[in-house]
């Protein structure tokens, strides 16, 4: 159109206030403040949310020695089993003095069974049931020849030990299931919280 003004595209407007910045005709543009406040409760919410994290971890690593250590327990209560079946029979009347050594030797398996279990039944590289040797449940030196039902006695006493401590390791470990979802829905709360402070206080991630 004729007497009208040319077009300036947006490069050349951008060009020119580049210009005109540098010349100082135009104000330049302040820097965001940080909220210090905001800063310092951030980065301590920060560590916080580390810390349940970690703690987290910890009780995860206590439930995966809980089942390693349920884990040993079974296989020290099924040698007790097989050990108080044979006491039975031993008891029974009906068998022979050599048909007794016979199972006096399969008990003396048994309890060095019991014993390699409770020693090398470990999480990471720490043992989780040395309490359960055969010593300690007092099936060592039984006689299935000469006193069975003595035998059987301390057989049935060692078998209740073990049932007891594997009571204690189920607990423990629904104790710590049960806290983990707590713990996890504070992480969320307290992360949610972090971010916005993060963001009036410019502290971001990494």
């Known amino acids: 159109m004729k007497g009208s003004m040319p077009m300036i595209g947006v490069t050349g407007t951008e060009d020119m206030r580049l210009k005109m910045l540098r010349m100082g005709l135009l104000p330049k543009q302040k820097a965001p403040e940080r909220d210090l406040a905001a ?48 006491g039975v029979r031993a008891a029974s009347g009906l068998l022979t003095a050599e048909q ?27 043992p989780v049931i040395p309490e359960l040797t055969a010593e300690a449940l007092g099936v060592t030196g039984i006689s299935m020849v000469t006193a069975p039902r003595e035998a059987l006695e301390k057989i049935s006493t060692g078998l209740e030990k073990v049932i007891a401590r594997g009571v204690e390791v189920g607990a423990k470990e629904q104790l710590y299931q049960r806290r983990i979802p707590t713990m996890r829905t504070q992480i969320i709360a307290l992360t949610e919280t972090w971010s916005r402070l993060a963001e009036r206080a410019r502290v971001w991630r990494g």
């Open 39 to 86: 800063m310092a409760i951030a980065t301590k919410m920060k560590a916080q949310i580390v810390g349940y994290e970690q703690e987290v971890m910890g009780y995860q690593d206590i439930i995966s020695a809980q089942r390693v250590a349920a884990g040993g327990i079974e296989g020290i209560t099924d040698a007790l089993t097989r050990m108080h079946e044979l």
């Open 100 to 126: 007794r050594g016979y199972i006096q030797g399969e008990v003396e398996q048994l309890q060095a069974e019991i014993t390699r279990i409770a020693e090398r039944t470990e999480f990471m590289g720490k």
